[in-house]
Each structure stands twice: as C-alpha cells, then as structure tokens.
Nanobody
Framework: QVRLVESGGGLVQAGGSLRLSCVAS????????MGWFRQTPGKERESVAS????????YYQDSVKGRFTISRDNAKNTVYLQMNSLKPEDTAVYYCAASSLVRAGLNPGLFQSWGQGTQVTVSS
C-alpha cells in the first residue's frame, strides 16, 4: 500500500523560505511521477509542481515559477519542494501525490496516491 507523508510546513513571513518533504513507502519512486498540489478553504485543489520519474522533466504552475523548485532523491524515496520568496497567497495546505505514470505534468487527475497534507502559512 502506497503511503505518502509530508512534512516541513509551518508559519513564515512573506519573503521567507520553506522546504517541504514527502517520504513515500510502498513504492519505488524511480518509476513514478511525483507532484505537489495545494488547496485553500473553498477552492479547488491546484497544481504547484511535478517531476518525472527520471527527474528529466519538471513542471510548474506559472505563479510559482522562479520561486519554487521540485526535486527528488529516489534513493531516499523522498520528494522535496523548496519554496523561496513566499507570498501570502501561497498560504494553503500542500499535498504530495504520486502518479502511476513516469511523467504526468500538472493534471491532478493523473495522480492516484495522496498524502494527508501539510499547512503552509505566509504572513504579510
């Protein structure tokens, strides 16, 4: 059974940085595209970034390009999201997800396994 556990969320001031981690168990990450998504109350879940199984391809939502970086360490079965220059509008619950595809882009419908989420709050 696939299990994804996020960590690294918290409260940070605008302009600050956070690094989210997602540790996977029950699968070998090498063959799976991984993604980060976020959701705020009353809004649909939106994509943030994804990375292909080989790390050859990365995808970012326009609003985070140049500020966020997704990476993975397949040996540690871990995916990261480095978030810099954070803005109050980045406040959300951030979810890690795994796709059965090697490359899945930013379509949340292509991701089958989801973590429980970690809260990120950016104060102004």
């Amino acid at each position: 059974q696939v299990r994804l556990v996020e960590s690294g969320g918290g409260l940070v001031q605008a302009g600050g940085s956070l690094r989210l981690s997602c540790v996977a168990s029950g699968l070998s990450l090498h063959y799976y595209a991984m993604g980060w998504f976020r959701q705020t109350p009353g809004k649909e879940r939106e994509s943030v970034a994804s990375i292909s199984g080989s790390s050859s391809f990365t995808y970012y939502q326009d609003s985070v390009k140049g500020r966020f970086t997704i990476s993975r360490d397949n040996a540690k079965n871990t995916v990261y999201l480095q978030m810099n220059s954070l803005k109050p509008e980045d406040t959300a619950v951030y979810y890690c997800a795994a796709s059965s595809l090697v490359r899945a882009g930013l379509n949340p419908g292509l991701f089958q396994s989801w973590g429980q989420g970690t809260q990120v709050t950016v104060s102004s």
